[in-house]
């Protein structure tokens, strides 16, 4: 019988009172992706990060390839063989692509006794062998954040380890193509691989086989072919799932529309013209990279607008920064990571992180305030399906989807009336979308206008009432109605327009 590459048998991780992993074994075998399945909070990235030599076990074994497991850091755990690409991203911003590259081996000090040029060559050799295109002396500060993805898979990869684990490695990323590709050559060599994604139809076409966790604790590996999405969910949360359906637009468009943009050249977008109607849900598509980044931060005064204009219920404004967005009532949830400079509190718990925009708008006595950001809260919290339990977490202590949740019934709860929504679901675990969306379209019913931004085209196509595709800093195909197909959002988003059908934007 082939020796698994890893066994795991009851391994157990708590903070505090908190039971992150309550029991986890299955195992893995060489040339084998195995998948890891469970909602927001399951406890997947703590496996990870036991695995990984991140954070140490209260009880339970592991065995790699025959031997004891028991790795104290990510160097250990990288010298016997494991190496990670981390949901949260372990690169270091302030230092070039080369650099990062060559960590963890190398310490900082270290690095400088290799001689640069000598590290910068072997970077570019290795970004070439994996189709990366990056120049490695780039900070990593300046990437977008689909390449710092690329490169934390490409650092990880090219360390040549026995077990490569993945968490979430395709969230940011609008393409699969290219990672599937890579994972594909690894296995080949007899590589095996954890692979983490709230996206089952990516796990069935990578794995045979995938352990469910629920609250901690794995529920079972099932044979993937012989399992349906039903069966799967199932397993994952106790319940089955509802479904979703699309909903009929509100807009109107003979409407002054709520938001109108003529011409806009700013950062990578040269010239975006296009307009959300009160009511409306606008989707923006594009392979990453094409722009979209900037015209969401130009919207929200984030990226200085070279020309062209903006107008709110046809006033124009100003963008000049995130306070007149605001005041124009724009709220913009952007991805987490960027999040962080844009009034997240790392320190302060969830509630107050998630209503502090909206009760500052209400009564400043302090008892008040507090019942009311409770209820607040609690409405909220239910739009985006995060557990009670979670309100008074430091926000930095929940789960990557639970962090997003949290971002998210923020900007629900502030009142404003335009939304621009940058991948909100990113990370987010197949029963929460459900609810999220049902969120955003009663938002957008009840008289809210809403331009989102996702790397999930069905996402889109489920969602909005019209999507622009954006192509090289261009909107190159507005589509709507029964237009509004994956198959056409891909071929626009890759140059390719299919003559008529595909209407050019105005
Ligand atoms: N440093 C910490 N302090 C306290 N609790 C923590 C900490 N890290 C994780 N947890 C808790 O452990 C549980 C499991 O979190 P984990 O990050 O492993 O979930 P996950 O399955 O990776 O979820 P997601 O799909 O959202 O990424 C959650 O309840 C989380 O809030
Ligand atoms: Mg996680």
Redesign the pocket.
């Known amino acids: 019988m082939m020796v698994p590459t890893l066994k795991v048998t009851g391994l157990q991780k708590s903070?505090?009172p908190?039971?992150?992993?309550g029991g986890v074994s299955f195992e893995i075998v060489p040339g084998e992706v195995h998948a890891l399945l469970?909602?927001?909070?399951?406890?997947?990235?703590?496996?990870?990060?036991i695995l990984s030599g991140v954070v140490q076990p209260d009880a339970g074994s592991a065995v790699l390839g025959g031997a004891e497991y028991t790795p104290r850091s990510i160097l250990e755990a990288r010298e016997q063989g494991v190496s990670t690409a981390f949901?949260e991203l372990s690169l270091l911003t302030n230092l070039t692509v080369a650099e990062n590259l060559a960590l963890p081996e190398l310490k900082k000090s270290a690095l400088r006794l290799v001689s640069k040029r000598d590290n910068e060559e072997l970077a570019a050799a290795t970004l070439a062998q994996y189709g990366l295109e990056l120049d490695p002396r780039a900070h990593v500060s300046t990437l977008t954040l689909a390449d710092r993805q690329r490169l934390e898979i490409v650092r990880a990869m090219s360390k040549r380890p026995k077990l490569l684990i993945l968490?979430?490695p395709t969230a940011v990323l609008s393409s699969t193509d290219w990672l599937f590709a890579l994972i594909r050559a690894e296995t080949a060599r007899g590589t095996a691989v954890l692979y983490?994604s709230?996206r089952l139809n990516e796990i069935r076409e990578l794995c045979a086989h995938g352990t469910v966790?629920r609250s901690?604790r794995s529920i079972a590996t099932a044979e993937l072919d012989k399992t349906d999405d039903a069966a799967i969910f199932e397993m994952m949360v106790g319940t089955s799932l509802a479904s979703f359906s699309r909903k009929a637009s509100t807009s109107k468009e003979g409407d002054q529309p709520r938001l109108q943009v003529t011409d806009l050249h700013a950062g990578d977008v040269k010239g975006a013209s296009f307009s959300v109607p009160v009511g409306g849900i606008v989707g923006v598509a594009g392979l990453d990279g094409q722009g979209q980044g900037d015209l969401f931060h130009a919207l929200f005064g984030l990226t200085s607008i070279k020309s062209g204009n903006v107008r709110v219920e046809g006033k124009p404004v100003e963008m000049r920064s995130p306070a007149h967005a605001l005041k124009a009532g724009i709220e913009v949830s952007l991805l987490p990571e960027e999040r962080k400079t844009q009034g997240i509190f790392p320190s302060l718990s969830v509630q107050r992180n998630v209503t502090l925009g909206a009760m500052s708008k209400v009564s400043s006595l302090g008892v008040v305030r507090r019942s009311r950001g409770q209820r607040l809260m609690r409405e909220v919290a239910k739009r985006v399906d995060l557990a009670d339990r979670?309100f008074n977490?430091?926000i930095?202590?929940?789960?990557?989807?639970?962090?997003?949740k949290a971002l998210l019934a923020r900007v629900l709860s502030t009142g404003a009336k335009t939304l621009l929504l940058f991948d909100p679901t990113r990370?987010?675990?197949v029963g929460t979308k459900q609810a999220i969306y049902e969120a955003i379209q009663s938002y957008a019913a009840s008289g809210g206008a809403v331009l989102l931004y996702s790397s999930e085209l069905s996402e889109i196509v489920q969602l909005c009432d019209r999507c622009l595709v954006v192509y090289d800093g261009r909107i190159v195909a507005q589509l709507e109605g029964s237009e509004l197909e994956e198959r056409r959002i891909v071929a626009a988003a890759t140059g390719h327009f299919e003559g008529s059908q595909v209407r050019s934007a105005a």
């Not at 908190?18 to 992993?21: M, S």
């Not at 469970?38 to 990060?49: D, R, Y």
């Open positions: 903070y505090g908190t039971i992150a992993l469970g909602e927001n909070g399951a406890g997947k990235s703590t496996l990870v990060k949901q968490d979430e983490i709230h966790l901690g979670y977490f430091q930095g202590e929940l789960s990557g989807g639970n962090q997003q990370g987010v675990d």
